[in-house]
């Protein structure tokens, strides 16, 4: 049924990340449910290119040949263009470093930009002069954008606590990550059978904010056990990794398979595993950990957001440990593997994460902004993605 809405989603480009997935895996549930919707990109080639509906349009944004942070910088005329020439309801953006690029677009005209805080306002331990710049950064944003969606409610209280917004709205949605795949294999997970090693899975880009390093120190102590390791993804510290589990006597036992993004492929070495280590110094609200207690596999994670506090403590894990704190974390893995929770304890903690619940929920948000502003019920249809 034709919905009246219509809404463009810039993405940079569909790389490896989370937010990637959020905004095609959005962009192609608009369309199921008859959302006027087009992904704008800059670069429309990359690993998750593949997950994009053929049913979505995607337009490319313009941008000269510089690094990232310039390229979005110095494409702020062309998209601005794109937005007077198509006219969305709403040009939601997939993203941190995107949010304001995409309500200083919409300025000046009907189309109503929604930024997304895809990770922490404030950092673990930032302290002080840079933990105010980065608030007043992001209330600075907040403030031009029609809507900000968060994913925790810290983040939520920290946007709106210093102060009005002037009348912008501060929306938390669910991210939209338990597939139905994931349920499945939850439901078909059989208890764990004794004797094999100890099977153990991280997700994500080796860099150093994923801090994959700490995990690999945590399990250097952990010797006595039968272990294995497999570091799903690919990134810059490959051959540092690689370095330092052998240096740390765990070489055999750590596999990198690189970069999968087949989620059927993803969602089984899910299934696969006895525990998802989660090792990283700051996140927003992290998928791989949303799909792992979908699917019925345990949690270890340091305190990269506050936002995942109360997801474990519903899912009966252990508390998130310290940033960057190899003892600790290897003393949650032993209180992991003491302690498994019930499969179904884990999905029932993430179950509003489900994905076509959640991204009717950005539906819902994204129509009611659109009537807020009065833009098809003033007798002239705005949305024209089509012309």
Request: proline share 7%; glycine share 8%; net charge positive.
């Amino acid at each position: 049924m034709k919905q009246d809405c219509s809404v463009a989603i810039y993405l940079y480009e569909p790389g490896d990340g989370g937010l990637d997935r959020v905004a095609i895996l959005l962009a192609n549930h608009l369309r199921l449910r008859g959302v006027d919707v087009e992904l704008w990109m800059t670069r429309t080639d990359g690993p998750v290119a593949g997950l994009i509906h053929p049913a979505v349009p995607v337009r490319r944004v313009p941008a000269p040949p510089f690094s990232r942070r310039l390229s979005m910088i110095a494409q702020f005329p062309a998209l601005a263009v794109m937005v007077r020439r198509f006219r969305p309801d709403i040009l939601y953006s997939a993203g941190n470093q995107s949010n304001m690029l995409c309500a200083l677009a919409a300025l000046g005209t009907a189309t109503r930009a929604v930024g997304r805080i895809s990770n922490p306002i404030v950092r673990p331990g930032q302290r002080g002069l840079s933990a105010w710049i980065r608030r007043s950064r992001f209330r600075a944003i907040a403030r031009t954008s029609a809507m900000t969606i968060v994913m925790g409610e810290a983040d939520r209280m920290t946007l709106t606590q210093a102060g009005p917004l002037a009348g912008r709205q501060v929306t938390l949605l669910p991210r939209p990550t338990v597939t139905p795949l994931l349920e499945r294999l939850r439901r078909q997970r059989a208890a764990r059978a004794g004797g094999g090693p100890w099977h153990f899975l991280m997700v994500g880009r080796l860099v150093a904010q994923k801090d994959q390093a700490t995990a690999l120190l945590a399990l250097a102590r952990l010797k006595h056990l039968d272990w294995r390791l497999k570091i799903v993804g690919q990134g810059p510290l490959r051959r540092d990794l690689e370095a330092l589990c052998t240096r740390l006597g765990i070489a055999g036992r750590v596999e990198f398979p690189g970069f999968v993004g087949d989620p059927a492929e993803l969602a089984a070495l899910m299934a696969d595993a006895d525990l998802l280590l989660q090792p990283s110094r700051w996140e927003g609200l992290v998928a791989t950990l949303i799909e792992a207690l979908g699917c019925g596999t345990g949690v270890v994670a340091t305190d990269s957001t506050p936002n995942i506090r109360p997801v474990l403590a519903a899912a009966g894990q252990h508390a998130p440990v310290p940033v960057g704190d190899a003892d600790a974390f290897a003393d949650a893995i032993l209180w992991a593997l003491d302690h498994p929770a019930p499969a179904a304890r884990l999905a029932d903690a993430v179950k509003e994460h489900g994905v076509e619940s959640a991204l009717d929920a950005y539906l819902r948000a994204f129509v009611r902004l659109a009537r807020s502003g009065g833009m098809r019920w003033r007798g002239v249809a705005q949305n024209s993605l089509s012309r």
